[in-house]
């Protein structure tokens, strides 16, 4: 229970951010999620047919129904053994990508609606509620997550969805990247689970310097004097040997050299680029990292030298005219700022006047954007 609960008399709203590996989940109002669990549910036929892990990745669905399903098993998880509390008559507050299917947030909705008697829900982007954490209007959000990069730029409190831009460099591409070269070196495929993955990612491997990259990318890789390499215990008896190279190329993935120039710096500097002339200085002053793939070591440093070095060449030099790229730091972990930021937004009056109601989505079962609930109302008033 929220500790302000019992002095305030009030339930506050559940805040839920369901992302592809990770779903952040506590109560408005706090400063961290009460938990953070993998998004997975069981999968009953591989329970049934004696697997070791019977689950499965929530969105991993084929059929509409199975996908309601799927959602309604997760919410019961989370309701039920994490933040421990009936969802009925509950406010809930969902911070959702802009790229997020429709299909996913009309089951979601329905799920809530109609299998928990939810009182009412609150969509609300990551890329404009991250800012909420910052106090500030304007910025450049990158969110780096699991599947893709997503970069969003936001113009006093408004997200310029023209110049949305977004690229499969995520964790997913860095997983692939540190398989593939392990194989190459001989390591048995069965011990390189998505597990095993993740931990030699995170214990391992960091996002080295833009002198040191070009270096391996060019005929000078004999020069450079490799870090230390390291041992993996794997299952008790195995050892991996992680190599030097291994550790500072992993991330490389998201930095390609190739003529279709999509890499992370170039999607960030294509997104100012089609912003309005006016805009894109505050954007480039204003940069904010999210997801938990950008918690790694030397990413904001590297960014910050990549966007420096593209600034300057033949592409960008006489169109866009930028010298200086600042970041901020926000007052939270990296991984949970978006949910942060749908924790100060549940806790505000907004939760009140932009919700769409129980009562509203009986009349009308569409489930509008963010900047159409007030429409959206209306039509349900007049139905």
């Known amino acids: ?49 004696g697997l070791t892990t019977p689950n499965r990745k929530l969105f991993d669905y084929t059929t509409e129904v199975e996908l309601y399903d799927s959602l309604v098993d997760f919410l019961k998880t989370i309701f039920f053994k994490n933040v421990l509390v009936s969802p009925k008559e509950r406010k809930i507050v969902v911070v959702e990508s802009v ?30 509620v991250v800012l909420a954490t910052l106090a500030v209007e304007t910025a450049l959000v990158v969110d780096i997550g699991c599947k893709e990069a997503i970069v969003v730029p936001v113009f006093c409190g408004v997200q310029a969805l023209y110049a949305w831009d977004a690229q499969p460099l995520a964790a997913e591409s860095v997983h692939n990247e540190i398989k593939r070269q392990l194989l190459e070196s001989g390591v048995k495929e069965e011990l390189l689970t998505e597990t095993v993955l993740e931990d030699i990612k995170i214990r391992t491997c960091f996002v080295t310097t833009y002198e040191r990259a070009a270096k391996y990318r060019s005929d000078e890789e004999t020069a450079i004097t490799p870090c230390p ?40 500097l294509n997104a100012i680029l089609k912003c309005p002339r006016d805009t894109r200085k505050p ?43 600042k970041f901020h730091n926000p007052p939270s972990e990296a991984n949970f700022t978006a949910w942060l930021g749908g924790s100060i937004y ?37 139905g």
């Open 283 to 325: 954007l480039a002053s204003n940069i904010v990292l999210i997801g938990g793939s950008t918690m790694v070591q030397g990413m904001t440093a590297r960014l910050k030298s990549e966007l420096l070095a593209l600034s300057k060449s033949d592409l960008y030099k006489d169109r866009l005219f930028l010298q200086t790229f």
């Open 229 to 268: 390499d390291v041992d993996y215990p794997v299952q008790g008896e195995e050892i991996i040997k992680i190599s030097g190279r291994l550790r500072e190329t992993a991330y490389e993935v998201m930095f390609p050299e190739d003529n279709d120039r999509l890499g992370l710096p170039y999607i960030m």
């Open 99 to 128: 790229l997020c299917p429709t299909l996913i947030k009309e089951n979601l909705a329905r799920a809530l609606f109609c299998h928990f008697d939810v009182s009412s829900v609150f969509f609300v982007p990551t890329h404009l």
């Open 1 to 49: 229970m929220p500790l302000f609960e019992t002095v305030l008399q009030e339930k506050p709203a559940i805040v839920l951010e369901i992302g592809n590996a990770l779903t952040k989940l506590g109560f408005a109002g706090e400063p961290y999620p009460r938990s953070i669990i993998p998004s997975e549910v069981l999968d009953h036929g591989a329970k049934n047919a």
């Open 346 to 382: 549940g806790a505000t009056d907004l939760v009140l006047s932009k919700s769409i109601t129980r009562e509203a989505y009986i009349k009308n079962q569409a489930i509008p954007d963010f900047t159409n609930y007030e429409e959206t109302r209306a039509l349900s008033s007049r």
